[in-house]
């Protein structure tokens, strides 16, 4: 079964750059047909897409972030990547990294991260 | 960006009720309409996908209907673990796109 586990910083000063990693096991980020996404969860409870990536690194992203974003993929670690710059408290969320198909559906989530932006 | 419009934003229900949940698209999204469901604490978790699809392991009282721009979640017969937020998303067209969440609570 399939388990994605997301780390990184969870306090992040304004105007620096969030780095967070999500591992993969139990399955290949080399598969095909599959895209390896970020979303993330405001406290309002609201939900993003940010983007995904597939394992030949051709990724597309929101266009609200699109300046901001990078998502990359580490084959050799089964790991994706995502990079937020310029962070701002609005940025403050649970980042979840999550399997998908290009239909859009999701499965399976990581449990999430929560990353606060605050001096 | 396609907006879509959950209602009721939340429902009062008990055990063994019917609850319907609708979710409207600002355009039409073919059937690329899914449904998620999300614990306190916890992940989102797919329930259906492809408008009326259940994902592994989604017990047959979950039931999607719709096209095009209006969709529907159906539970007959509510359990207790079925209490939660429910979601519905497009990915019909990026940037994909969420209902604002409908809460069920007893």
């Known amino acids: 079964q399939m388990q994605l586990q997301e780390s990184g910083p969870g306090l992040v000063k304004p105007s620096q750059t969030l780095s967070l990693t999500c591992n993969v096991s139990?399955?290949?980020?080399?598969?095909?047909?599959?895209?390896w996404a970020w979303f993330r969860q405001f406290p309002g409870k609201g939900l993003e897409w940010l983007g995904y990536s597939y394992r030949t690194g051709n990724a597309q992203y929101n266009p609200s972030l699109k300046s901001r974003i990078s998502i990359s993929v580490d084959r050799s670690k089964n790991e994706i990547s995502l990079t937020v710059t310029s962070v701002t408290a609005a940025d403050t969320a649970m980042y979840y990294c999550?399997?998908?198909?290009?239909?859009?559906?999701?499965?399976?989530w990581g449990q999430g991260t929560l990353v606060t932006v605050s001096s | 960006d396609i907006q879509l419009t959950q209602s009721p934003s939340s429902l009062s229900a008990s055990l063994g009720d019917r609850v319907t949940i609708t979710c409207r698209a600002s355009q039409s999204i073919s059937s690329y309409l899914h449904w998620y469901h999300q614990k306190p604490g916890k992940a989102p978790q797919l329930l259906i996908y492809a408008t009326s699809t259940l994902h592994t392991g989604v017990p047959s009282r979950f039931s999607g209907t719709g096209s095009g721009t209006d969709f529907t979640l159906t539970i007959n017969g509510l359990q207790p673990e079925d209490f939660a937020t429910y979601y519905c998303?497009?990915?019909?067209?990026?940037?994909?796109?969420f209902g604002q969440g409908t809460t069920v609570e007893i």
């Open positions: 999550a399997r998908t198909k290009l239909s859009g559906r999701v499965d399976p």
């Open positions: 139990g399955g290949s980020i080399n598969s095909d047909g599959y895209y």
């Open positions: 998303q497009q990915g019909y067209m990026t940037p994909w796109t």
